[in-house]
């Protein structure tokens, strides 16, 4: 681009995911380009030139090139959404203003279990309102399971989701002495929660990855599964370093977006030998966040193999059987009472591995939830109007997905039942009838 401003006298515009705003004013200062093009970066803030131009560099909602946004346009489903910015697309639908809250609607305190992304993005915006929060977690820093994810390769940006959280949660427990961030916690226990003295709890305890090979395709533990054994492993396990991987590695995979082809990557790039055995589309999700092309050619250039429409009956030490998904038989005919229909699956084979890494599912970590609920009635006695479950520790999601429960549960915390949102606007136009407010709505509409 700089070539094109030397010899054009029109102004230039630069792309391609600008997000130092330090980065951004030196090419534009250095006459570089006239223009930067932040699509992206501005979904993630709307007011990235304002904070750039006041100097607030630590309140920009950095970008973290997830490419949630435009996976939403590729499926053509529900709005637009963006990881860093849970108000992207409900502006109209909700009236949520990215930096503009209502103030508390009571004195209740909140403490919210969690410091993941939605249980920090529910302390913050609570804080924001004015609420006295005290945001909880066994972890030493924010961030929950991204802590993690972030150390995949090609990741480490979205290390920016929970750093502008946790910026913005130290400035709000500066302004009010009495909110409270309490990190490197024990867990709490039901009667802790219960004695706490908060008015309002907000449950953000996350998810795991199953130990047990519990999967979306036959929703059961697979036989012989299991991670406590030195050679099989959950993706947790594998980034935490706690156990020593072999030479020969096999990913078992039932989870369609980033994990598998992404530890599948890790590992290769340490020396292994990696073969991931896919019941599911590797990485179908990253066909709408664009990512896939590329992906897979990383893939192929370290040699991993991939053993698609295949996946497991049953794991024995350091070998699994594995099927292909379509190897029964296409013609059905009636065999007999309590009979499968269809030729009988004979594809079964056993691959050998030094260790098995269990990509099958999340499960949520609820138990503390669950145990709350249970013990309702001793809710009064102590104090509690309302106990609300948000994140993965309500289901496993897209963390947008669970950021946005985090904005929504703290913006209706003062609704009859927080646990369930309110109604929005709906944004498809009714037939002769204004989508929009204001304005001169006189138009006749003809067939």
């Known amino acids: 681009v700089e070539h094109v401003k030397r010899v054009s006298k029109k102004p230039v515009l630069g792309v391609g995911r600008y997000t130092d705003p330090e980065k951004m004013t030196e090419i534009v200062t250095k006459g570089i380009v006239d223009i930067i093009g932040?699509?992206?970066?501005?979904?993630?803030?709307?007011?990235?030139?304002?904070?750039?131009e006041e100097g607030r560099y630590d309140d920009v909602r950095v970008c973290i090139g997830c490419n949630v946004c435009i996976s939403r346009w590729e499926i053509g489903g529900p709005p637009m959404i963006c990881t860093q910015n849970a108000t992207a697309g409900e502006e109209y639908r909700r009236g949520w203003h990215p930096e503009k809250f209502a103030k508390a609607g009571s004195e209740d305190s909140v403490l919210v279990v969690g410091a993941g992304p939605s249980g920090s993005e529910a302390a913050r915006v609570l804080m924001e309102r004015g609420y006295t929060v005290h945001l909880y977690d066994k972890a030493e820093k924010v961030g929950g399971h991204l802590n993690q994810v972030v150390t995949l390769p090609g990741l480490g940006e979205w290390g920016y989701h929970r750093d502008y959280r946790e910026t913005q949660l130290d400035k709000l427990v500066k302004k009010n002495k009495h909110n409270v961030i309490a990190l490197g916690q024990k867990p709490l226990t039901a009667d802790d929660v219960l004695e706490y003295g908060a008015d309002k709890v907000v449950i953000a305890t996350g998810s795991h990855w199953n130990s047990d090979g519990n999967n979306c395709l036959t929703h059961a533990p697979i036989p012989g599964a299991d991670a406590s054994q030195p050679e099989q492993l959950t993706p947790e396990q594998v980034l935490s370093g706690e156990k020593k991987i072999g030479k020969r590695v096999v990913i078992l995979n039932a989870d369609s977006y980033f994990m598998a082809p992404s530890l599948a990557e890790k590992l290769a790039t340490e020396g292994h030998e990696v073969t991931v055995v896919s019941g599911v589309h590797l990485g179908n999700y990253m066909h709408f966040t664009l990512e896939y092309p590329n992906m897979m050619r990383r893939l192929h250039e370290l040699g991993i193999e991939e053993i698609g429409d295949h996946f497991c009956t049953r794991i024995e030490k350091n070998r699994l059987e594995i099927y292909n998904l379509w190897g029964d038989g296409s013609k059905r005919s009636y065999r007999g009472p309590g009979v499968f229909p269809r030729e009988e699956n004979k594809t079964h084979r056993w691959l050998e591995f030094d260790s098995l890494v269990l990509v099958t599912g999340?499960?949520?970590?609820?138990?503390?939830?669950?145990?709350?609920?249970?013990?309702?009635?001793?809710?009064?006695?102590?104090?509690?109007?309302?106990?609300?479950?948000?994140?993965?520790?309500?289901?496993?999601?897209?963390?947008?997905?669970?950021?946005?429960?985090?904005?929504?549960?703290?913006?209706?915390?003062?609704?009859?039942?927080?646990?369930?949102?309110l109604p929005y606007k709906r944004e498809t136009i009714s037939w002769g009838t204004p989508h929009m407010p204001g304005g001169n709505h006189e138009i006749e509409y003809k067939i």
């Open 38 to 52: 932040a699509a992206r970066p501005s979904i993630a803030d709307p007011f990235l030139p304002k904070k750039i």
């Open 362 to 421: 999340r499960s949520s970590d609820n138990a503390l939830y669950k145990e709350l609920k249970e013990r309702q009635a001793e809710w009064d006695e102590n104090g509690i109007k309302g106990i609300y479950l948000i994140g993965d520790a309500e289901a496993p999601r897209l963390i947008a997905d669970a950021t946005f429960t985090g904005q929504r549960i703290a913006r209706e915390i003062e609704e009859d039942n927080p646990q369930y949102p």
